[in-house]
């Protein structure tokens, strides 16, 4: 995942048999960073992470440690490696957090499994998530409009996958 200023790429590197971990690198060559330990299980499916707008975070669905796996959105410091939870939802399956361009809103896919799931959106500093679709269905990726008021996403909505975008205050339609 490339950082927003082309600098660096952020990446999760680990085995089944061994621990992942969270890296950075230069993008135009140089040594990886480890930032943390990645506790990611079974509900991690897709892109699992995003970078801030300012480079100093990234946006990782992630396990909450690997003793106790319920899934959660973080932002992880690029620094020093702290973890803050943005949200702890309930479902067993997180995917695509994605900040929206000015960084104030976090968009995300969860839900049962990755065949039916929904978007849903919170202020990135927390708070009370809200619920933008109600299908239940696999979404294979979402990524906000350039000026924040959309979020187009895919869908297999109506039978045969498709972008929609849903407008933050209306209905989702076709596109």
Not at 42 to 57: I, T, V
Not at 70 to 75: D, G, P, Y
Not at 125 to 144: N, V, Y
Request: net charge positive; charged share 20%; proline share 6%.
């Amino acid at each position: 995942m490339w950082s927003a200023d082309g600098r660096y790429i952020a990446f999760v590197h680990g085995l089944p048999s061994t621990k992942a971990y969270y890296y950075i690198i230069p993008a135009l060559g140089g040594a990886a960073r480890k930032i943390a330990e990645a506790n990611m299980g079974s509900y991690a499916f897709g892109r699992c992470m995003d970078w801030s707008p300012d480079g100093r975070d990234l946006i990782v669905a992630d396990g909450m440690s690997a003793q106790d796996p319920r899934a959660s959105i973080f932002l992880l410091s690029v620094e020093d490696g702290r973890k803050r939870a943005v949200v702890s939802p309930p479902d067993s399956y997180l995917a695509y957090p994605t900040l929206s361009p000015d960084g104030k809103l976090l968009a995300y896919v969860a839900g049962a499994g990755f065949l039916a799931g929904d978007i849903f959106v919170v202020p990135a500093s927390g708070g009370q998530p809200r619920r933008l679709t109600s299908d239940r269905r696999f979404l294979a990726g979402l990524a906000w409009t350039a000026d924040g008021k959309e979020i187009v996403f895919s869908s297999n909505r109506g039978g045969l996958f498709r972008l929609w975008r849903i407008l933050l205050r209306a209905a989702p339609r076709s596109r």
